[in-house]
């Protein structure tokens, strides 16, 4: 047990979250690869070790053992290599939850080949954008006939891009990906010399899911998925040879978190189920009852939607943890879930640029505590600081920084933006990575999300957080989820309001309304209720699923300009 955590971990068990947080390491080899050194590494160890269960709407079903992973990547590896693909090239895949994502992934990992996820709602103008701002050499797609018309239509304007790859049957103008299982060796000799790869050269790219302005290239280094042994093994609490489930598309740096980097190392199985179209809680969660998933982790919207159903209809004795991130998490979520399945959530918070920052680590630790995002990594030094940059005590908020990143980088933090160095300078440069997220932590530690800069709202000379008005109003029945912003207002400057989608047997009334806002000023400060209320079918999210709240802002920005 614990074969490979052993090689990168001085220590394993802690017995306390103060023993974590002062002790915990990590040592990166130098020319640490994630296909070689972990891959590989369990399909020599243990040949039959299962790495991934895979299964899709259809019900078909396909289940790797590392030593298959290691070989079909081996296989794709030569593929591209025969092709001309070289170590600093840079490809772009378009898989959804396809099994072929973790084979293709390890394959460019072995060669050095700079990958970039994305996901398959990306129209032309997104695929033109990301494939000229990294020099995009070749793009794996799925068979998807909306991802193939959007990647054609794209193609002719990036320059850089040479080979287009298809999962799935062959198309004219597109190389089929599978041909390299049929004609390829399944050896493949780890690369030497200027091929060879070294713990800061980069890995992989994430297109940030950002609110505003055009996605980022964050750059990670092949010490990335180290990173994510706190968040597989303390914070979603994986098992060895166990399946563990974390819902998201490959195009999000959530996959990173969840499906492929600190859950291998951890030698937990991927259970991958291959979900089209539009989120169905049924389906889901039969298949966790069906698969037996030991570790579950899904974003707070998924919850909330399962929620709606008969949770007794299922068997969760199978499961052991349960996690979430990806926006904040409502009290009353969290109490829901655990009354009716018998589990505690554990929250996460992090983005795109890392891996998990803050969380509720376990019961056997600390508890947690209603409203908290947790307690920091041990492998970040941590701090929140006001507007002058001075470091926040107790009970202020602050900005959530990482100190000192350009001397001492932390493993698994982002090290830039690709090709742009002046934005890496200006981000990393200083005294720390400021995230823009405004939190305030309490006399015992634990931390607690306001929102982003950007998103809290100032009323009156008040400053008031979304997400203390969004838990409130998701604690009554008739809120399935909502998002809190603030609207312009000739008098307060700004004032609160509340778009919600409503749950199963609910319809939008004023008499609706009037309660909401009564419910509100029951579970928070009177002042903070919402003096608007739109009710909508569904909200709008970015790609990576975060809430667009700074659309609805501008929405709003601009319908109030309109009336001057």
């Given at each position: 047990m614990d074969y490979l955590l052993k090689k990168f971990l001085p220590q394993i068990e802690f017995k306390s979250y103060e023993e974590f947080r002062e002790k915990l390491s990590i040592n990166v080899p130098e020319d640490f690869n994630?296909?070689?050194d972990v891959v590989d590494a369990w399909a020599k160890e243990e040949p039959d070790k299962k790495a991934l269960v895979w299964v899709n709407e259809e019900d078909e079903e396909h289940i790797f053992t590392f030593t298959e992973i290691m070989k079909k990547s081996n296989q794709v590896a030569n593929y591209l290599k025969g092709l001309g693909f070289r170590k600093g090239d840079v490809v772009m895949m378009i898989l959804r939850r396809r099994w072929e994502y973790w084979i293709c992934a390890t394959a460019l990992h072995k060669l050095g080949v700079i990958l970039i996820p994305a996901t398959l709602q990306l129209t032309k103008k997104d695929i033109v954008y990301r494939g000229n701002a990294a020099e995009v050499k070749g793009m794996i797609c799925v068979d998807d006939d909306f991802v193939v018309q959007q990647t054609e239509l794209a193609a002719p304007e990036i320059p850089s891009l040479k080979y287009k790859f298809l999962v799935g049957e062959k198309r004219e103008g597109w190389e089929r990906l599978h041909d390299a299982f049929d004609t390829c060796s399944d050896v493949f000799e780890r690369p030497t010399g200027e091929e060879a790869t070294r713990w800061n050269d980069i890995m992989l790219v994430y297109f940030t899911s950002g609110t505003t302005g055009m996605p980022k290239l964050v750059q990670h280094n092949f010490a990335y998925p180290l990173g994510h042994i706190v968040t597989a093994k303390y914070w979603q609490h994986v098992e060895e040879n166990r399946l563990h489930m974390s819902v998201s598309d490959s195009g999000w740096a959530k996959f990173g978190w969840g499906k492929i980097y600190g859950q291998w190392i951890c030698g937990a199985v991927i259970f991958a189920y291959d979900m089209v179209g539009k989120f169905n809680p049924k389906n889901l969660l039969s298949h966790v009852e069906k698969y037996k998933v030991t570790t579950f982790c899904a974003p707070p919207t998924m919850y909330r939607f399962m929620l709606q159903e008969d949770l007794s209809q299922y068997d969760f004795s199978a499961l052991h943890h349960c996690a979430t991130a990806g926006e904040p998490l409502n009290p009353e979520v969290v109490k829901r879930w655990k009354e009716l399945t018998g589990h505690q959530i554990y929250e996460g918070f992090g983005q795109s640029e890392g891996p998990v920052l803050i969380a509720n680590f376990g019961s056997e630790w600390f508890e947690p505590i209603e409203g908290s995002t947790g307690k920091p990594n041990p492998l970040f030094d941590i701090q929140l600081l006001?507007?002058?940059?001075?470091?926040c005590e107790d009970g202020e908020e602050g900005s959530l920084t990482m100190m000192d990143v350009k001397h001492h980088p932390p493993v698994g933090l982002f090290t830039g933006y690709y090709k742009n160095p002046e934005a890496t300078e200006e981000k990393?440069?200083?005294?720390?990575?400021?995230?823009?997220?405004?939190?305030?932590?309490?006399?015992?530690?634990?931390y607690r999300f306001v929102g982003r800069n950007d998103d809290v709202i100032k009323c009156s000379g008040y400053r008031i957080g979304p997400f203390e008005v969004e838990s409130a109003l998701i604690a009554h029945d008739a809120v399935v989820e909502c998002a809190i912003t603030g609207a312009p207002d000739p008098v307060r400057g700004q004032v609160v309001k509340a778009t919600i989608v409503l749950a199963k047997g609910y319809t939008p009334s004023p008499e609706l309304t009037k309660e909401l806002q009564q419910h509100v000023k029951k579970l928070t400060a009177p002042y903070k209720y919402p003096r608007i209320v739109e009710y909508?079918?569904?909200?709008?999210?970015?790609?990576?699923?975060?809430i667009k709240r700074a659309l609805i802002r501008k929405t709003d920005e601009d319908s109030y300009k309109g009336t001057l």
């Open positions: 994630f296909g070689y006001d507007a002058d940059g001075n470091i990393l440069g200083g005294i720390g990575y400021n995230t823009g997220d405004v939190l305030w932590r309490d006399s015992n530690g634990y909508v079918d569904e909200l709008p999210k970015t790609v990576g699923g975060k």
